[in-house]
């Protein structure tokens, strides 16, 4: 099992220095959509501090979305999807680790991004602890509830919009605890309950997430 | 010729009929005949529940009559969650048992179960105005509530967005199975949260605490929205069984063509 997952992302990171361009493209959507929304509401400082950490969430997650159909599509396109399928390690397996490298190679990149995207919207320095901390643990539940829509929706050529409307609905706990972690810092309540939530929900997600992931390949490319 | 004796009982008469039921032409017989059925009693059933609402039933002691909204706000809310219950259990029968009607049952469920949440959605709200002075706020029941209508319409979209039906049927299925756990949290948002929305106040078990001379009205209309469904669901179950068997022969002579 080891020896597959080791097989697995040396092929995504090899996959990936090939189109070193794409892996930007996140943290470059991230920034667009800050920018939209800083202009949007005016530029003002007073305007955009309360609102910064939201906003934030929002382009996160939305950057997730987008690369969300690139999840499984490559490998269900040139075949190494039956790979999977026939491999003797379970499918569960391999869907996890491709999920976190999917994780590392796209949402990270965001995350580390996002100090600087605080500046840019004013966001308050004292809660930026508190929303790194969210979304640390809060991102890759979205890639993991993400997984299994990319699954179900492996099998259509263009998913489109499709993608988004399977996602958004299983997306919202996440972003209600994550982003009321950092209104209840702002605020100065006692963000834990929200982060201990969002850690239950991860490991809750890590364990069933990649079985249903799994079946979902397995019903969407027969 | 002697035949090996077999160790398996006849079928009774009801299990005859439930395997009988999973064959098309058998099931397209039975929906056609049982459907306007339904929605007759349905007529009839939601008639005197809406004429006991709106005729009967005193008005509240401090909402006055703009609570008789509660009659259809409060069924179309279960059936809105019963409808998608009962599309999980059939999704899951299809996924197991690979039953071709139950792929179909469950996918005839989403739209009817849309309607539904539409209508809680759409009534809350008109009664939320003049209550609550908002048509909308982000209360958990609400907010949970919309999140199902979004989860019905992933469900249709994802049914409509893949070519091959059975493969359709199975992965909005499976959606379907994934989304069953926000039923408990659309349950007890009321408890677990502090909610705008009042909490349970009608009960079938139990004393509610709703006078018993407003609560009739309410079990008729329970009863009439349950009717409604099915005819709607041999209804719509019965279009999608025929445009799957499009080509048979059953079809064609139902069709009147000749051979």
Redesign the interface.
């Known amino acids: 099992m080891r020896q597959a997952a080791s097989a697995l992302v040396r092929r995504d990171l090899q996959l990936l220095w090939t189109r070193r361009g794409d892996a930007l493209q996140p943290a470059l959507f991230a920034l667009l959509t800050v920018v939209l929304f800083a202009l949007g509401l005016g530029g003002e400082a007073d305007a955009l501090a309360p609102v910064a950490s939201a906003v934030l969430w929002l382009a996160v997650l939305l950057a997730g979305l987008l690369a969300l159909d690139s999840l499984f599509r490559g490998d269900a396109e040139d075949g190494s999807l039956e790979q999977w399928m026939l491999a003797p390690v379970p499918l569960w397996w391999l869907v996890l680790v491709r999920t976190l490298m999917h994780w590392l190679t796209t949402a990270l990149p965001v995350i580390v991004a996002v100090p600087v995207l605080g500046e840019l919207l004013h966001l308050p320095h004292a809660q930026l602890p508190v929303l790194m901390g969210s979304l640390l643990l809060g991102t890759p539940i979205l890639s993991l509830l993400g997984a299994v829509v990319a699954a179900l929706t492996v099998g259509m050529r263009r998913a489109g919009v499709l993608v988004a409307l399977l996602a958004l609905p299983l997306y919202v706990p996440v972003l209600v605890f994550g982003a009321g972690a950092v209104a209840a810092a702002s605020q100065g309540l006692d963000p834990v309950g929200a982060l201990l939530l969002l850690g239950a929900g991860l490991s809750i997600s890590l364990v069933f997430a990649p079985l249903a992931a799994a079946a979902a390949l397995r019903i969407a490319h027969n | 010729m002697n035949l090996p004796p077999t160790n398996r009982p006849a079928p009774n008469g009801l299990i005859r009929w439930f395997h009988q039921l999973g064959s098309p032409p058998y099931f397209d017989r039975f929906a056609a005949r049982w459907a306007p059925w339904a929605h007759l009693l349905a007529l009839l059933t939601m008639g005197i529940g809406l004429y006991g609402a709106l005729f009967q039933v005193p008005a509240d002691y401090q909402q006055g009559d703009s609570f008789r909204i509660l009659y259809i706000h409060v069924p179309a809310a279960w059936m809105s969650m019963a409808i998608f219950a009962l599309m999980g259990v059939y999704a899951a029968i299809a ?1 197991v048992w690979r039953i071709k009607l139950c792929e179909i049952l469950a996918m005839a469920c989403a739209p009817t179960g849309a309607a539904f949440t539409l209508v809680t959605l759409a009534t809350g709200s008109i009664w939320g105005k003049p209550m609550w002075g908002t048509w909308w706020d982000w209360d958990p029941r609400l ?1 949970t509530e919309l ?1 199902l209508l ?2 019905y ?2 469900v249709m ?2 049914y409509a ?2 070519d091959d039906r059975r ?1 359709a049927a ?2 909005a299925g ?2 379907a199975i ?2 069953v756990a ?1 039923l408990p949290v659309i349950r007890w948002s009321v408890v677990w949260w502090n909610s705008l929305h009042q909490g349970q106040t009608i009960r079938l078990f139990g004393e509610s605490s709703m006078d018993p001379s407003m609560v009739w009205p309410l079990l008729w209309m329970i009863v009439g929205t349950k009717l409604w469904f099915a005819g709607s669901l041999l209804n719509r179950a019965r279009a999608d069984n025929l445009r799957r068997e499009t080509g048979k022969d059953w079809v064609a002579k139902l069709a009147g063509a000749t051979p």
């Open positions: 996924l907010t999140i979004f989860l319409l992933g979209g994802l967005a893949i493969d199975r992965a499976f959606l994934v989304g926000l």
